[in-house]
């Protein structure tokens, strides 16, 4: 798996913190799907050790970004 995949992913993650911290839960959501849904699908191909531990940090601060947004907006 190309490392340009990583490098997508950061700028996509500090948009959701962004968005976070402009109380806009509905954007935050819709990206936060779109970007899991993409480290799931990079999941799958990865087959490298390395990259699925640094896929596995994406996935669980993505998670961690979720209960924020759910209890944001609530």
Not at 3 to 25: G, N, R, T
Not at 44 to 57: A, P
């Given at each position: 798996?190309?490392?340009?995949?990583?490098?997508?992913?950061?700028?996509?993650?500090?948009?959701?913190?962004?968005?976070?911290?402009?109380?806009?839960?509905?954007?935050?959501q819709l990206l936060q799907l779109e970007v899991s849904k993409e480290v799931e699908n990079l999941i799958?191909?990865?087959?490298?050790?390395?990259?699925?531990?640094?896929?596995?940090?994406y996935q669980v601060l993505l998670t961690h970004l979720l209960l924020k947004i759910q209890n944001g907006s609530h």
């Open positions: 798996m190309p490392i340009h995949q990583f490098v997508y992913l950061k700028p996509k993650v500090q948009i959701i913190i962004d968005l976070i911290a402009k109380k806009e839960w509905k954007k935050a799958d191909e990865v087959v490298s050790d390395n990259h699925l531990i640094e896929l596995s940090k």
